[in-house]
C-alpha cells in the first residue's frame, strides 16, 4: 500500500514538473511612451499561463507542497478558500494529478471566474461573506479526508520567496539585459497581498533601490493597516 502510494505521489509530481517543463515563461512586455522622456513601461502578463490566472505559480507550489509533505494521496479531495483565481489554477492542477478539488468562494465572486474554475475539472462550495470561507473549507476538507490546502497559511512555505521562479525571480532575469536592468518601480495590485509580499521581499533579499507600490481600492485593510499597523479590518461600510 505504501509503495502504491508513493508511486502514485512519484507520478503526479513527476506530471506538474512536466507540465511546468512545457510552460515558457510570461512574457515582459515593453511599452514605449514618446510624451514621457526617459520613462520606459514595462508590463508583465501573467494571463499567459494555461489557465489566465496571476495564481497559477501558486498553485502549483501549493499542490507540489502537500504533494511532498505526503499529505495528498491518490484519493484525496483538495480544498481551499478564496476570492477565485487561485482556485481556477488550483482546479487546473488537481485534474492534471486525477484529483476533485472544490473552491469554497463567496456568493459576489464573478460569474467569469466561477465558469474559470468549472471549465478546469472543479467544484465550488459558496458561502454568503468571505469570514465563513475557511471554517467551511476545513469542515468540507474534514467531512471527507481531504486536504485543506490553504494558500494564506502555506504559501510561504511553498513559494520560495527568493526564487523557485516565483513572479519576483522572472521579472529581474527578464529585465538583465535592458538598458536599464533594475527598475526603479514595480507596481501591482492588491488582491489578497501575495503579489506584493513576494515583490517586496525579493526587493529586499537583492538590496535593489527598486521601490514598490501598491495600487489598493479606497477603504482597503491593507492601505489603512501600513499607515496604521494597529489597524486590522476594513472600516463600517466595507467588505471583509
Not at 507540465?19 to 511612451?33: G, K, M, P
Not at 468549472?118 to 486536504?147: I, K, N, Q, T, W
Not at 513572479?167 to 527578464?174: D, E, L, P, R, Y
Not at 509580499?197 to 507600490?213: H, M, N, Q, S, V
Request: charged share 20%; with cysteine.
Amino acid at each position: 500500500m505504501a509503495d502504491q502510494r508513493r508511486a502514485w505521489s512519484d507520478e503526479a509530481v513527476r506530471r506538474i514538473e512536466a507540465d511546468f517543463n512545457r510552460s515558457a515563461d510570461t512574457h515582459l512586455i515593453r511599452v514605449e511612451l514618446p510624451k514621457f522622456p526617459g520613462i520606459t513601461l514595462y508590463l508583465k502578463d501573467e494571463s499567459v499561463h494555461p489557465t489566465g490566472s496571476l495564481k497559477h505559480r501558486l498553485a502549483r507550489s501549493l499542490i507540489l507542497y502537500g504533494l511532498c509533505n505526503n499529505r495528498i494521496g491518490p484519493d484525496t479531495l483538495l480544498v481551499d478558500a478564496t476570492s477565485g483565481s487561485t482556485a481556477v489554477s488550483e482546479a487546473y492542477f488537481a485534474k492534471l494529478i486525477g484529483l476533485k478539488f472544490v473552491a469554497v468562494i463567496p456568493r459576489s465572486t464573478s460569474p467569469a471566474k466561477i465558469e474559470a474554475i468549472r471549465f478546469h475539472g472543479g467544484d465550488v462550495h459558496m458561502v454568503d461573506s468571505a469570514g465563513e470561507m475557511y471554517p467551511a473549507a476545513e469542515r468540507l476538507a474534514a467531512e471527507a479526508g481531504g486536504l485543506f490546502l490553504d494558500q494564506f497559511t502555506y504559501a510561504e512555505r511553498a513559494t520560495d520567496w527568493r526564487g523557485n521562479n516565483n513572479i519576483a525571480q522572472s521579472i529581474f532575469q527578464q529585465m538583465a539585459r535592458e538598458d536599464h536592468p533594475v527598475p526603479s518601480w514595480l507596481v501591482c495590485g492588491a488582491g489578497t497581498g501575495g503579489t506584493s509580499a513576494t515583490l517586496g521581499r525579493f526587493i529586499r533579499y537583492g538590496r535593489y533601490p527598486t521601490r514598490l507600490c501598491v495600487a489598493d481600492p479606497e477603504g482597503s485593510v491593507f492601505h489603512r493597516h501600513h499607515a496604521d499597523r494597529n489597524v486590522t479590518a476594513p472600516p463600517p461600510g466595507h467588505a471583509a
